[in-house]
């Protein structure tokens, strides 16, 4: 063989070898869904990350796609499933996950944990026990808690102590909480100059708030078994939307309408609420914001001490395969470990959802620091489930339709909840029936 012609093959050969060696080096690219809007200090902290997991993980190569609200992630995963290009992760609202799971849409983990040489109840057992319900459906863990929360009762110390009430003991009834709503309260002729407290009544928000309520009224949202059953028009939830309805009209202590979360936020941090109910997930950002000493307790009760977890888990949707799955689980056992989870609960103020994060010496640095944090652990205890059923965004929707004329003084409670009910019990009909079929 010519000598030209051998140099020409060995260059060949050369630069196949580098390429196939620097292609079996490059690393397994994963996306991960994450609801957050693309500005503000959330995407700041998972960017922080996600940096941190690839400089560590040289193999992967992750990036966070911010996807908007918790709805918007859910619409845009099932867009990206159908069009066969699932993202790899997926950090999903913990209530869809039954949805998802019904409509074949989230992988189950069981493999994966198995291949790590546990099993489900071993690994889950890492987690608050509140936490399992919408992580484990029908002995399977379809999901892995992230960040985590409960709904809380803030309050601005320096306004209940002008008033004459003790910020150190935050109301705990219902009539606790409406008669220290009436004492801060203040009024110029007809105008409110504070409010003696606020609550969000937005779309996924508000259902939550009302499952607080009703929880705390000694009732329940769904049937936690069957996700085909809703308790909308219930004495327990008439008697919660009831009690938001005369804060607003008989006692003129909580504004009218529907008010935003975020308008909710600004209001209690310039001073024209004194109270508000909100998500331990803005615990951090409230803290840092706020000129005045806050203080934090369980939401009131009227029969019992109740809320429902909130906050969003990791999921790997159907149809994620191979290296990519791989990485993805290595994603996220990583963003779930105690360090971590530690790490985004002081970064965020959702609570750590490993318990064992708490047992390490920044946790407790932190919480003797800012023993707010503290208050959504606390009543951990008193969490059940997150209204999870079939169709879950417009069976919620069909509550929050309806509470939101309450709200606006368009509807009285009880015509409200019965409209409520018989439009969640006709979106709930294909699924009643077909569960009806196959246990025929």
């Known amino acids: 063989?010519?000598?030209?012609?051998?140099?020409?093959?060995?260059?060949?050969?050369?630069?196949?070898?580098?390429?196939?060696?620097?292609?079996?080096?490059?690393?397994?690219?994963?996306?991960?869904?994450?609801p957050v809007p693309v500005d503000g200090q959330l995407a700041r902290d998972m960017n922080t990350l996600i940096k941190d997991f690839n400089d560590k993980h040289p193999s992967i190569k992750a990036v966070a796609v911010f996807t908007g609200s918790y709805d918007e992630t859910l619409i845009?995963?099932?867009?990206?499933?159908?069009?066969?290009?699932?993202?790899?992760?997926?950090?999903?609202?913990?209530?869809?996950?039954?949805?998802?799971?019904?409509?074949?849409?989230?992988?189950?983990?069981?493999?994966?944990?198995?291949?790590?040489?546990?099993?489900?109840?071993?690994?889950?057992?890492q987690f608050w026990p509140a936490l399992r319900g919408n992580a484990v459906l029908d002995g399977q863990v379809y999901a892995v808690p992230f960040h985590n929360s409960t709904p809380l009762l803030y309050i601005n110390a320096d306004h209940f102590r002008a008033a004459g009430l003790d910020p150190s003991k935050p109301p705990q009834t219902w009539s606790e909480l409406l008669e220290a709503a009436k004492k801060l309260?203040?009024?110029?002729?007809?105008?409110?100059?504070?409010?003696g407290l606020s609550m969000p009544g937005n779309y996924d928000y508000l259902g939550w708030i009302v499952t607080a309520l009703t929880m705390s009224n000694g009732g329940r949202y769904y049937n936690e078994d069957f996700p085909g059953e809703v308790y909308y028009d219930t004495p327990s939830m008439l008697g919660a939307v009831t009690y938001w309805r005369d804060l607003i009209e008989k006692y003129k202590v909580v504004p009218s309408g529907v008010v935003a979360g975020?308008?909710?936020?600004?209001?209690?941090?310039?001073?024209?609420?004194?109270?508000?109910?909100?998500?331990?997930?803005?615990?951090?950002?409230?803290?840092?914001?706020a000129k005045f000493r806050v203080e934090v307790g369980f939401v009131p009760r009227n029969v019992r001490h109740a809320v429902a977890i909130g906050g969003a888990s990791l999921i790997i949707p159907t149809g994620v395969e191979g290296a990519r799955r791989e990485a993805a689980w290595t994603l996220i056992k990583w963003m779930t470990n105690p360090e971590k989870s530690g790490w985004w609960s002081r970064a965020t103020g959702y609570f750590a959802p490993n318990m064992a994060a708490y047992e390490l010496p920044e946790m407790?640095?932190?919480?003797?620091?800012?023993?707010?944090?503290?208050?959504?652990?606390?009543?951990?205890?008193?969490?059940?489930?997150?209204?999870?059923?079939?169709?879950?965004?417009?069976?919620?929707?069909?509550?929050?339709?309806?509470?939101?004329?309450?709200?606006?003084?368009?509807?009285?409670?009880?015509?409200?909840l019965a409209a409520a009910q018989k439009t969640a019990d006709e979106i709930l009909k294909p699924y009643n029936a077909e569960t009806s079929l196959r246990n025929f």
């Open 262 to 289: 975020p308008a909710v936020t600004t209001s209690f941090l310039a001073g024209q609420t004194s109270m508000m109910l909100l998500s331990t997930g803005s615990l951090t950002h409230i803290l840092s914001n």
């Open 185 to 195: 309260t203040k009024r110029e002729g007809e105008k409110v100059t504070q409010w």
């Open 76 to 125: 845009k995963t099932r867009a990206a499933i159908k069009a066969g290009k699932p993202p790899a992760a997926v950090i999903m609202s913990a209530n869809f996950i039954t949805d998802l799971k019904i409509e074949n849409e989230a992988a189950s983990l069981d493999g994966l944990i198995k291949a790590d040489g546990k099993t489900n109840d071993a690994f889950m057992k």
């Open 364 to 416: 407790k640095e932190y919480l003797a620091k800012a023993p707010q944090a503290k208050v959504a652990v606390e009543q951990l205890p008193f969490a059940k489930p997150w209204f999870a059923t079939y169709k879950t965004v417009p069976v919620r929707k069909a509550l929050e339709d309806e509470v939101q004329a309450v709200l606006s003084g368009k509807k009285s409670p009880k015509e409200a």
């Open 1 to 34: 063989m010519p000598i030209n012609r051998r140099i020409l093959l060995g260059g060949a050969l050369g630069v196949a070898l580098l390429a196939s060696s620097a292609q079996a080096q490059s690393p397994t690219e994963i996306d991960l869904f994450f």
